[in-house]
């Protein structure tokens, strides 16, 4: 038998992690062993049934062809009914030293470390949808704390669509593909969800939000989380305070361009997904810090806003953020289905030191979650699949159902009992036993939104303000396509009138790239008023408050504060366009330099195999122009030489690689040969491309300056002024 490959040395394997430790017990890889059946019996064949005779017919005896075609057949299991797709990884989260006054959490605790498993998804497509939709983003991450699991399921955006959950069907079944034809697959541009966006006002807030950049991340490691809802941080003396939790990337917030998002849906589907895996792999391991706004129980009121309602952020501004501590993502995961499907998120799940507010949309989350898990997994024991299995021991009077792992010893499953001397026993609030914040709550039973909740239109209008004019005309791109995808015109008419109580050149611009009439200036008041009988689903919302109100933390253009001081190449993808007779010893100092910084390079050439340097050199291609693109890059480098040169602008796809990189705003750098290339590339009326912003050349083939501006220009990352200036996208 070969000797089995040798692990690699993983960041884990030097940090540790008592999670992957609690696990090992369930992983299996089956190199040296014996084919078996699941009852452990060797196997002789099982490439050919059981049959009578050479031709048939086959045996119903065939116990292994059964077992083997049963298992298949049972292979899948429902997908989640949103957040379908998704990819997740292990990692830890270090709490930093001095916010113990804040919590009382086992994992807040100044230095802990807590082993944490992450998944990433997007919200209305099926498992097998693009990664690149225009899309929330779902965060949710697993704390495997000493004190139980804690999950926080956040998105990449720090509102929701609606205020109440038991709208959530409703929502969801606006949202996803129409039911009658089961199209389109992961987008929201069709009727019914703007049907729904148009007569729901309170959705403005976050549909401004999912037609922005955020929608597009470049990587799943460059974009932030929230929790969305107002939770509870409690200290040790039990003083709660009011907390918003945010997950900000260390490698800054970063966006794609809407036509590379359509682009790559075609040519990597899994974008997203294998951008994490191989960085993972490659040791760039993504991290985030995790901070919470803090507000005061006494303050809950002071704002313009109910911070009880989920539609709703606290301009950072206003609130700063704290940084509590730092999550890495350092270990992919052994097997997909084992862990990133199974695993099982649930806002119930709950340490001490951590409590819920009265939202109700988090208040419906808490019975949502638990629910479809029992559905998607088959029943109540899914805490015991390894993926969802606490670190802290379990101990309780719950028994059966099916797949059950635990076996329960004893006679005794009931509290409160004196035969097992009343164990287990209920833990006090000094023994580590939760306790919910004691509250006073008081009121009629009554179905109605709050008054506190109706103006819809006021952080709308923050957020349009705080979008630069790049980010704004993105919003304004987005808003088009999507309701040109709508079929029915009073539907883009209540919804561009929805956007005139936003802002006026919102909507215009809007409804100008539609054809439609332009809203007058003053908006028009939805006739959305609550019924006399006083059973609303919403109120009218009031104008606009603080129309000129901003606030900078919501942009992510590449100076934005989110982005400050976060300009680095690290991870960044660079082409090297090259062929036969390219200046290989200025593509490997350039390669050289820009690793060294920790961007990744590959050489993009007409053929595969080895590239022949004009002075003899070689040097290996990685991909061609037929099976790679544009889109899957960052930055474009063209190579000196001038019969690679020569043969790039000759060649439509080479010519099309940089057009395309060019029109989606990337930085660009080629050699004094080089520019012969852009030049090929360049738009009809477009910008001189040479002069464009983001464009480095270089007039006598050396490299080092040429690098030093290049790297300048990635860690930009975008420059979107391009599409300012007559870019035909
Ligand atoms: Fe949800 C999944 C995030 C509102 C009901 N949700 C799900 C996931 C994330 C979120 C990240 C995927 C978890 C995973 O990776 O397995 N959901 C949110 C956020 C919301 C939100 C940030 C608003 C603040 N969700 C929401 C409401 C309801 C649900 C109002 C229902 C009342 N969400 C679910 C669910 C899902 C889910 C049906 C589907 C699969 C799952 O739970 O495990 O229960």
Not at 143 to 167: C, H, R, S, W
Not at 376 to 383: D, V, W
Not at 437 to 466: C, M, P
Not at 527 to 541: E, I, K, M, R, T
Request: net charge negative; glycine share 8%; charged share 25%.
């Amino acid at each position: 038998m070969p000797d089995k490959p040798l692990a690699k040395q993983t960041h884990e394997d030097v940090v540790g992690n008592p999670k992957t430790d609690e696990m090992a017990m369930n992983r299996e890889d089956g190199y040296g062993t014996f084919l078996t059946t699941n009852q452990g019996l060797r196997v002789n064949d099982d490439q050919n049934q059981l049959k009578a005779g050479e031709r048939g017919p086959s045996l119903l005896e065939d116990f292994i062809y059964r077992e083997k075609m049963t298992h298949f057949d049972h292979e899948r299991i429902p997908e989640r009914v949103v957040h379908a797709r998704g990819v997740a990884a292990h990692g830890y989260f270090q709490a930093y030293d001095d916010n113990a006054n804040l919590s009382r959490a086992a994992f807040l605790q100044p230095g802990a470390v807590t082993p944490v498993f992450t998944r990433f998804s997007t919200v209305a497509g099926s498992r097998g949808s693009s990664d690149l939709a225009r899309d929330v983003r779902g965060f949710a991450v697993k704390f495997y704390t000493e004190e139980g699991v804690y999950d926080l399921v956040g998105n990449n955006m720090p509102v929701f669509f609606i205020q109440d959950a038991i709208k959530f069907p409703d929502f969801v079944h606006a949202v996803k593909p129409e039911p009658h034809n089961e199209i389109p697959q992961a987008a929201s541009a069709h009727d019914t969800f703007y049907d729904f966006i148009s007569i729901n006002p309170e959705t403005t807030h976050m549909l401004l939000w999912v037609m922005s950049d955020r929608s597009l991340p470049r990587s799943l490691r460059m974009m932030e989380g929230f929790g969305v809802h107002t939770f509870r941080l409690v200290n040790a003396e039990g003083k709660a305070r009011f907390v918003k939790f945010h997950w900000k990337p260390l490698l800054g917030t970063h966006s794609i361009a809407w036509e590379e998002a359509q682009q790559i849906s075609g040519k990597d589907p899994d974008f997203h997904r294998r951008d994490l895996w191989n960085n993972i792999e490659g040791g760039n391991y993504p991290e985030w810090e995790l901070g919470v706004q803090v507000v005061e129980e006494e303050d809950e009121r002071k704002f313009d806003f109910d911070i009880l309602d989920a539609t709703k952020l606290i301009p950072e501004e206003q609130v700063p953020v704290i940084k509590l501590g730092k999550m890495v993502l350092n270990r992919n995961v052994d097997n997909y289905f084992a862990e990133t499907e199974q695993v099982a998120f649930c806002l119930s799940h709950i340490v001490p030191g951590v409590d819920f507010s009265n939202d109700p949309l988090l208040q419906g989350r808490l019975f949502s979650y638990l629910d479809t898990q029992l559905k998607r997994l088959g029943g109540p024991n899914f805490h015991e699949i390894p993926i969802n299995r606490s670190l802290a021991p379990i101990h309780n009077n719950q028994r059966d159902g099916h797949m059950r792992q635990t076996i329960n010893k004893g006679n005794v499953a009931y509290g409160v009992n004196k035969l097992n001397h009343g164990y287990p026993q209920q833990a006090k609030a000094s023994e580590g036993g939760f306790t919910s914040t004691y509250e006073r709550v008081e009121g009629h039973k009554i179905r109605l939104r709050s008054k506190s909740f109706v103006d819809h239109y006021s952080q709308a209008r923050l957020f349009w303000n705080s979008q630069t004019d790049v980010e704004k005309m993105h919003i304004v791109k987005a808003l088009r396509f999507e309701l040109s995808h709508v079929q029915h015109d009073e539907i883009r008419e209540r919804t561009v009138l929805q956007l005139s109580q936003v802002a006026h050149d919102l909507a215009s611009r809007v409804a100008e790239g539609l054809g439609m009439a332009v809203p007058s200036a003053n908006g028009v008041q939805l006739n959305l008023a609550v019924p006399a009988d006083g059973n609303v689903a919403h109120y009218q919302s009031g104008p606009v408050k603080n129309a000129d109100a901003s606030s900078a933390a919501l942009s992510i253009a590449a100076d934005s504060p989110i982005n400050k001081g976060k300009g680095s190449i690290k991870t960044r993808q660079i082409a090297i366009l090259a062929t036969d007779g390219a200046d290989v010893a200025a593509i490997g100092e350039l390669m050289k330099t820009l690793m060294e910084q920790g961007a990744q390079t590959a050489i993009v050439a007409t053929h595969l195999g080895t590239l022949k340097g004009k002075d003899g050199q070689e040097i290996l291609i990685n991909w061609t122009f037929q099976n790679t693109a544009s889109v899957l890059f960052d930055a474009v480098y063209v190579a000196g030489g001038a019969s690679s040169v020569q043969k790039l602008t000759q060649d439509a796809d080479a010519v099309r690689f940089v057009n395309e990189a060019f029109r989606h705003c990337k930085p660009i750098a080629a050699s004094a040969e080089g520019v012969e290339l852009l030049k090929a590339a360049a738009y009809p009326g477009a910008t001189d491309i040479l002069s464009a912003d983001g464009v480095v050349t270089s007039t006598d083939n050396k490299v080092a300056s040429l690098a030093k501006d290049f790297s300048k220009a990635i860690a930009h990352h975008r420059f979107w002024s391009r599409e300012l200036k007559a870019m035909p996208a």
